[in-house]
Protein backbone atom coordinates (compact mmCIF):
# COMPACT_ATOMS: atom_id res chain seq x y z
CA UNK A 1 0.00 0.00 0.00
CA UNK A 2 1.72 3.59 -1.01
CA UNK A 3 1.97 5.93 1.13
CA UNK A 4 -0.48 8.35 -0.77
CA UNK A 5 -3.51 5.68 0.17
CA UNK A 6 -2.63 5.10 3.96
CA UNK A 7 -2.44 9.35 4.02
CA UNK A 8 -5.95 9.34 2.52
CA UNK A 9 -7.19 6.08 4.62
CA UNK A 10 -5.35 7.90 7.94
CA UNK A 11 -7.56 11.11 7.28
CA UNK A 12 -10.99 9.34 6.57
CA UNK A 13 -10.67 7.72 10.26
CA UNK A 14 -9.57 10.50 12.20
CA UNK A 15 -12.62 12.70 10.74
CA UNK A 16 -15.02 9.99 11.18
CA UNK A 17 -13.55 9.79 15.00
CA UNK A 18 -13.66 13.17 15.21
CA UNK A 19 -17.57 12.90 14.28
CA UNK A 20 -18.82 10.29 15.74
CA UNK A 21 -17.13 11.67 19.40
CA UNK A 22 -18.56 15.02 18.40
CA UNK A 23 -22.20 13.55 19.02
CA UNK A 24 -21.37 11.45 22.02
CA UNK A 25 -20.15 14.20 23.60
CA UNK A 26 -23.75 15.82 22.64
CA UNK A 27 -25.62 12.65 23.40
CA UNK A 28 -23.97 12.57 26.65
CA UNK A 29 -23.61 16.39 27.99
CA UNK A 30 -23.56 16.45 31.48
CA UNK A 31 -26.74 18.70 33.01
CA UNK A 32 -24.12 21.09 34.83
CA UNK A 33 -22.49 22.20 31.60
CA UNK A 34 -22.96 25.83 30.54
CA UNK A 35 -25.61 27.05 27.89
CA UNK A 36 -25.42 30.73 26.33
CA UNK A 37 -28.39 33.11 27.10
CA UNK A 38 -28.94 36.84 27.81
CA UNK A 39 -31.07 38.92 30.04
CA UNK A 40 -34.80 39.87 29.15
CA UNK A 41 -37.39 42.12 31.11
CA UNK A 42 -41.39 42.19 30.92
CA UNK A 43 -41.72 46.39 31.28
CA UNK A 44 -44.44 47.97 32.86
CA UNK A 45 -45.81 50.95 31.29
CA UNK A 46 -47.56 53.60 33.11
CA UNK A 47 -50.06 55.37 31.22
CA UNK A 48 -53.87 56.78 31.35
CA UNK A 49 -56.94 56.13 30.16
CA UNK A 50 -57.77 59.92 29.66
CA UNK A 51 -55.47 61.96 27.37
CA UNK A 52 -54.41 65.58 28.38
CA UNK A 53 -51.66 67.66 28.94
CA UNK A 54 -48.91 66.67 31.18
CA UNK A 55 -48.94 68.78 34.04
CA UNK A 56 -46.03 67.17 36.22
CA UNK A 57 -43.03 64.45 35.83
CA UNK A 58 -42.50 62.83 39.23
CA UNK A 59 -39.39 60.89 37.99
CA UNK A 60 -36.32 60.39 35.97
CA UNK A 61 -34.86 58.03 34.26
CA UNK A 62 -32.66 55.60 36.54
CA UNK A 63 -35.12 55.90 39.70
CA UNK A 64 -36.42 53.56 41.65
CA UNK A 65 -40.43 53.70 43.52
CA UNK A 66 -41.77 52.09 45.52
CA UNK A 67 -45.45 50.85 44.74
CA UNK A 68 -48.20 53.48 44.77
CA UNK A 69 -45.78 56.24 44.62
CA UNK A 70 -46.60 59.37 42.18
CA UNK A 71 -45.64 58.94 38.42
CA UNK A 72 -47.36 61.99 36.83
CA UNK A 73 -50.27 64.36 36.31
CA UNK A 74 -51.93 65.21 33.70
CA UNK A 75 -54.30 68.81 33.78
CA UNK A 76 -57.67 68.04 35.22
CA UNK A 77 -59.61 71.65 34.97
CA UNK A 78 -62.43 70.06 32.98
CA UNK A 79 -62.92 66.78 35.13
CA UNK A 80 -62.93 68.18 38.42
CA UNK A 81 -65.66 71.03 36.87
CA UNK A 82 -67.62 67.45 35.97
CA UNK A 83 -67.10 66.10 39.21
CA UNK A 84 -68.37 68.96 40.97
CA UNK A 85 -71.33 69.39 38.80
CA UNK A 86 -72.37 65.59 39.26
CA UNK A 87 -71.72 65.96 43.02
CA UNK A 88 -74.22 68.73 42.45
CA UNK A 89 -77.04 66.98 40.59
CA UNK A 90 -76.99 64.22 43.55
CA UNK A 91 -77.78 66.35 46.84
CA UNK A 92 -80.46 67.82 44.22
CA UNK A 93 -81.74 64.13 43.67
CA UNK A 94 -81.50 63.34 46.93
CA UNK A 95 -83.34 66.30 48.51
CA UNK A 96 -85.98 66.11 46.59
CA UNK A 97 -86.52 62.18 47.40
CA UNK A 98 -86.37 63.70 50.92
CA UNK A 99 -88.84 66.00 50.25
CA UNK A 100 -91.09 63.46 49.11
CA UNK A 101 -90.76 61.37 52.05
CA UNK A 102 -91.37 63.91 54.78
CA UNK A 103 -94.46 65.36 52.63
CA UNK A 104 -95.36 69.00 52.70
CA UNK A 105 -92.78 71.84 54.96
CA UNK A 106 -93.05 72.79 58.52
CA UNK A 107 -94.62 76.11 58.11
CA UNK A 108 -97.53 74.78 55.35
CA UNK A 109 -98.56 71.87 58.27
CA UNK A 110 -98.80 74.99 60.85
CA UNK A 111 -100.70 77.03 58.41
CA UNK A 112 -103.36 74.57 58.01
CA UNK A 113 -103.17 73.73 61.80
CA UNK A 114 -104.14 77.00 62.94
CA UNK A 115 -107.21 77.16 59.87
CA UNK A 116 -108.63 73.79 61.74
CA UNK A 117 -108.06 75.75 64.72
CA UNK A 118 -110.01 78.73 63.78
CA UNK A 119 -112.88 76.20 61.97
CA UNK A 120 -113.01 74.17 65.20
CA UNK A 121 -113.92 77.28 67.11
CA UNK A 122 -116.45 78.54 64.89
CA UNK A 123 -117.98 75.18 64.98
CA UNK A 124 -118.31 76.03 68.44
CA UNK A 125 -120.15 79.03 68.48
CA UNK A 126 -122.53 77.48 65.23
CA UNK A 127 -122.99 74.60 67.65
CA UNK A 128 -124.00 76.79 70.68
CA UNK A 129 -125.93 79.20 68.68
CA UNK A 130 -128.15 76.41 67.40
CA UNK A 131 -128.70 75.04 71.04
CA UNK A 132 -129.44 78.77 71.64
CA UNK A 133 -132.23 78.90 68.82
CA UNK A 134 -133.67 75.27 69.67
CA UNK A 135 -134.66 76.31 73.63
CA UNK A 136 -136.43 79.81 72.48
CA UNK A 137 -138.35 77.94 69.82
CA UNK A 138 -139.34 75.94 72.52
CA UNK A 139 -140.65 78.77 75.04
CA UNK A 140 -142.01 80.66 71.61
CA UNK A 141 -139.46 83.38 71.49
CA UNK A 142 -137.98 82.58 67.86
CA UNK A 143 -139.00 81.24 64.44
CA UNK A 144 -138.37 77.84 62.77
CA UNK A 145 -136.72 79.50 59.80
CA UNK A 146 -133.97 80.72 62.60
CA UNK A 147 -133.58 77.55 64.17
CA UNK A 148 -132.76 75.87 60.51
CA UNK A 149 -130.70 78.75 59.59
CA UNK A 150 -128.56 77.77 62.44
CA UNK A 151 -128.56 74.57 62.28
CA UNK A 152 -127.20 74.85 58.40
CA UNK A 153 -124.26 77.31 60.00
CA UNK A 154 -123.78 74.71 62.27
CA UNK A 155 -123.23 71.70 59.45
CA UNK A 156 -121.12 74.19 57.61
CA UNK A 157 -118.58 74.65 60.18
CA UNK A 158 -118.95 71.10 60.91
CA UNK A 159 -117.62 70.36 57.32
CA UNK A 160 -115.04 72.91 57.31
CA UNK A 161 -113.35 71.41 59.99
CA UNK A 162 -113.99 67.78 58.61
CA UNK A 163 -112.20 69.17 55.41
CA UNK A 164 -109.08 70.68 56.70
CA UNK A 165 -108.62 67.65 58.55
CA UNK A 166 -108.45 65.73 55.90
CA UNK A 167 -105.78 68.62 54.44
CA UNK A 168 -103.50 68.10 57.43
CA UNK A 169 -103.48 64.12 57.17
CA UNK A 170 -102.57 64.51 53.18
CA UNK A 171 -100.01 67.06 54.13
CA UNK A 172 -98.11 65.04 56.70
CA UNK A 173 -97.99 61.81 54.11
CA UNK A 174 -94.78 61.36 52.08
CA UNK A 175 -95.24 61.25 48.23
CA UNK A 176 -96.74 59.00 46.18
CA UNK A 177 -94.82 55.61 45.30
CA UNK A 178 -94.37 56.61 41.36
CA UNK A 179 -92.81 59.89 42.63
CA UNK A 180 -90.38 57.73 45.01
CA UNK A 181 -89.85 55.89 42.95
CA UNK A 182 -88.75 57.94 40.17
CA UNK A 183 -86.72 60.12 42.63
CA UNK A 184 -85.12 57.29 43.80
CA UNK A 185 -84.10 56.38 39.83
CA UNK A 186 -82.97 60.04 39.61
CA UNK A 187 -80.57 59.57 42.74
CA UNK A 188 -79.03 56.10 41.07
CA UNK A 189 -78.34 57.69 37.96
CA UNK A 190 -76.71 60.81 39.76
CA UNK A 191 -74.47 58.62 42.16
CA UNK A 192 -73.09 56.48 38.43
CA UNK A 193 -72.50 59.95 36.95
CA UNK A 194 -70.84 60.65 40.01
CA UNK A 195 -69.13 57.96 39.90
CA UNK A 196 -67.24 58.27 36.09
CA UNK A 197 -66.72 61.60 36.89
CA UNK A 198 -64.49 60.49 39.87
CA UNK A 199 -62.67 57.67 37.66
CA UNK A 200 -62.00 60.23 34.89
CA UNK A 201 -60.51 62.85 37.80
CA UNK A 202 -58.40 60.01 38.85
CA UNK A 203 -56.98 58.91 35.31
CA UNK A 204 -55.39 62.63 35.58
CA UNK A 205 -52.86 61.45 38.16
CA UNK A 206 -50.47 58.58 37.34
CA UNK A 207 -49.19 56.32 40.13
CA UNK A 208 -46.16 53.18 40.26
CA UNK A 209 -48.71 50.15 39.93
CA UNK A 210 -45.61 48.33 41.04
CA UNK A 211 -41.74 48.83 43.10
CA UNK A 212 -38.76 48.84 40.28
CA UNK A 213 -36.73 51.21 38.45
CA UNK A 214 -37.68 53.81 36.18
CA UNK A 215 -36.13 52.94 32.89
CA UNK A 216 -37.88 55.93 30.72
CA UNK A 217 -40.27 58.65 30.50
CA UNK A 218 -41.81 58.95 27.11
CA UNK A 219 -43.41 62.50 27.39
CA UNK A 220 -42.12 65.78 28.83
CA UNK A 221 -44.53 68.25 30.78
CA UNK A 222 -46.42 70.53 28.30
CA UNK A 223 -46.62 67.87 25.64
CA UNK A 224 -50.29 66.61 25.37
CA UNK A 225 -50.34 63.01 26.11
CA UNK A 226 -53.04 60.41 23.48
CA UNK A 227 -55.41 58.77 25.89
CA UNK A 228 -53.81 55.09 26.73
CA UNK A 229 -50.32 56.17 25.45
CA UNK A 230 -47.61 55.03 27.98
CA UNK A 231 -45.82 57.72 30.01
CA UNK A 232 -43.43 56.27 32.31
CA UNK A 233 -41.73 52.63 31.93
CA UNK A 234 -40.53 50.83 34.67
CA UNK A 235 -38.58 47.74 34.96
CA UNK A 236 -39.46 45.18 38.22
CA UNK A 237 -36.65 43.35 39.48
CA UNK A 238 -39.09 39.78 39.22
CA UNK A 239 -39.70 40.89 35.83
CA UNK A 240 -36.07 40.23 34.80
CA UNK A 241 -35.67 36.70 33.52
CA UNK A 242 -32.61 34.66 31.36
CA UNK A 243 -33.29 33.28 27.86
CA UNK A 244 -31.17 30.45 26.71
CA UNK A 245 -30.92 27.53 24.45
CA UNK A 246 -30.37 23.80 24.45
CA UNK A 247 -29.89 21.29 22.36
CA UNK A 248 -32.47 18.13 21.96
CA UNK A 249 -30.90 15.96 24.06
CA UNK A 250 -30.85 18.03 26.80
CA UNK A 251 -34.18 19.61 26.97
CA UNK A 252 -35.89 16.56 27.73
CA UNK A 253 -34.12 16.32 31.03
CA UNK A 254 -35.44 20.39 31.88
CA UNK A 255 -38.46 20.63 33.90
CA UNK A 256 -40.51 23.86 34.68
CA UNK A 257 -38.73 24.58 38.51
CA UNK A 258 -35.37 22.73 38.07
CA UNK A 259 -33.38 25.42 39.78
CA UNK A 260 -29.94 26.94 37.93
CA UNK A 261 -27.06 29.60 38.38
CA UNK A 262 -26.22 32.29 36.11
CA UNK A 263 -22.92 33.53 35.30
CA UNK A 264 -22.22 36.93 33.89
CA UNK A 265 -19.23 39.04 33.74
CA UNK A 266 -18.90 41.43 36.77
CA UNK A 267 -21.64 39.51 38.65
CA UNK A 268 -19.78 37.92 41.02
CA UNK A 269 -20.90 34.87 42.47
CA UNK A 270 -23.64 32.92 40.40
CA UNK A 271 -26.95 34.12 40.75
CA UNK A 272 -29.82 31.43 41.39
CA UNK A 273 -32.48 30.99 39.01
CA UNK A 274 -35.80 28.87 38.52
CA UNK A 275 -36.81 27.64 34.83
CA UNK A 276 -40.03 29.46 34.37
CA UNK A 277 -40.88 28.28 30.96
CA UNK A 278 -39.70 25.51 28.22
CA UNK A 279 -40.48 26.32 24.47
CA UNK A 280 -42.23 23.46 23.06
CA UNK A 281 -41.60 23.95 19.20
CA UNK A 282 -37.26 24.62 18.31
CA UNK A 283 -35.94 27.78 17.88
CA UNK A 284 -33.71 26.52 14.86
CA UNK A 285 -34.97 24.16 12.28
CA UNK A 286 -32.77 23.56 9.33
CA UNK A 287 -34.14 23.94 5.99
CA UNK A 288 -32.96 20.13 5.19
CA UNK A 289 -34.89 17.21 6.01
CA UNK A 290 -33.85 15.77 9.04
CA UNK A 291 -30.75 13.02 9.38
CA UNK A 292 -29.21 12.20 12.08
CA UNK A 293 -26.73 14.71 12.07
CA UNK A 294 -28.91 17.35 11.25
CA UNK A 295 -30.98 16.73 14.87
CA UNK A 296 -28.01 18.16 16.22
CA UNK A 297 -28.52 21.58 14.93
CA UNK A 298 -32.10 21.88 17.02
CA UNK A 299 -31.91 23.66 19.83
CA UNK A 300 -35.18 24.71 22.28
CA UNK A 301 -35.75 28.13 24.20
CA UNK A 302 -35.92 28.23 27.95
CA UNK A 303 -36.76 31.10 30.41
CA UNK A 304 -35.35 31.13 33.96
CA UNK A 305 -36.30 33.67 36.70
CA UNK A 306 -33.67 35.06 39.24
CA UNK A 307 -34.76 34.21 42.26
CA UNK A 308 -31.56 36.31 44.12
CA UNK A 309 -29.97 39.49 43.28
CA UNK A 310 -32.30 40.24 40.10
CA UNK A 311 -31.10 44.07 40.11
CA UNK A 312 -27.13 42.85 39.59
CA UNK A 313 -28.30 41.50 36.18
CA UNK A 314 -29.02 43.88 33.29
CA UNK A 315 -31.01 43.74 29.40
CA UNK A 316 -29.49 42.54 26.80
CA UNK A 317 -26.55 41.44 28.65
CA UNK A 318 -24.66 38.38 28.09
CA UNK A 319 -24.78 35.19 30.50
CA UNK A 320 -23.84 31.23 30.85
CA UNK A 321 -26.91 29.32 32.35
CA UNK A 322 -25.45 25.84 34.75
CA UNK A 323 -27.65 23.56 35.09
CA UNK A 324 -27.69 22.24 39.12
CA UNK A 325 -27.17 18.91 39.77
Given at each position: ??????????????V?AS?????????A???????S???????????????????????????????????????????R?A???????????????????????????????????????????????L??Q????????????K??????Q???????????????K?A?L?????????????????????A?????????????????????T??R???????????????????????????????????????????????????????R?I?????????????????????F???????E?????????P????M??
Amino acid sequence: MNRKLQAAIAITLLVVASAVGWRHWIAAEPPSAPYSGYVEAEYVMASSAVGGTLTALDVRRGDRVAAGAALFALDDAAERGARNEAEGRLQQAQAQLADLLTGRRPAEIDAIVAQRAQAQAALQQSDAELVRQTRLLSAGNTTVQKVEQARKQRDQDRGRVTELEAQLKVARLPGRDEQINAAEAAIAAAQGTLAQAEWRLAQKTGSAPIGGMVVDTLFRPGEVVPAGAPIVQLLPPENIKIRFFVPEEVVARISIGQAVEVACDGCGARIPATVRFIAPQAEYTPPVIYSREQRARLVFLVEARPTERAEALRVGQPVDVFMRP
